[in-house]
């Protein structure tokens, strides 16, 4: 019989006897998936739920502190380290991404971004909305059940890379591993639902 306590109003003690299932998350068991990138597999080897703070006022008192809660949130950054495509074609999407928000050579770069991205944001008949649904994509990293079955969804809205890292070709390697790139994002805000 799994271990499930349960609180008891009369006593204040854990009831150990309680029927239920107990299973442990594991730190292996997740997917991640870039919405507007559906067709592109990101193989993650790992990634992070990020930390999420809340700021908070001090009233200063002649004795202790005193603190009180704050009105303003702060996500840290999403990471993901991914196995790489022999194609590319995973790293050469966040790197086109990237070098579309970020226009290093001229702004038709920015242009062509949007452009390639309209059939995603075709829908908006403004120009600017448009070009604000073109920067950004949610998305969702999928932790799995001990049956490696979706069972909590954690969406991160309103996405977008902000770093892509580099690949080191090496002859001299003896052994052939595969190639791994990570990649951080920052987002909006992220929510997370239960899948079944």
């Excluded at 009105?71 to 196995?83: A, S």
Aim: hydrophobic share 35%; with cysteine.
């Amino acid at each position: 019989m799994a271990y499930t306590p349960t609180l008891s109003p009369n006593t204040g003690l854990y009831n150990a006897h309680a029927n239920g299932d107990l299973d442990y998350l594991r730190p292996n068991g997740f997917k991640f998936q870039i919405h507007n990138i559906p067709h592109v597999a990101f193989f993650c080897q790992g990634a992070n739920i990020p930390d999420i703070s809340m700021g908070f006022p001090t009233q200063a008192t002649p004795l202790q502190d005193i603190a009180y809660p704050g009105d303003k949130l702060t996500f840290g950054d999403l990471n993901i380290r991914f196995l790489i495509q022999e194609d590319m074609s995973n790293y050469k999407e966040l790197y086109d991404w990237l070098i579309g928000l970020g226009s290093p050579e001229n702004t038709e770069q920015y242009k062509d971004y949007v452009a390639s991205q309209e059939w995603r944001t075709g829908l908006s008949n403004r120009k600017d909305k448009r070009e604000a649904l073109a920067q950004v994509s949610d998305a969702s990293l999928f932790v799995l059940d001990s049956n490696d079955n979706p069972n909590i969804e954690i969406i991160f809205r309103s996405a977008f890379p902000i770093a892509l890292s580099g690949l080191e070709f090496d002859q001299s390697s003896g052994d052939s591993p595969y190639f791994t790139g990570s990649a951080s994002f920052k987002y909006r805000i992220y929510n997370i639902r239960n899948v079944t």
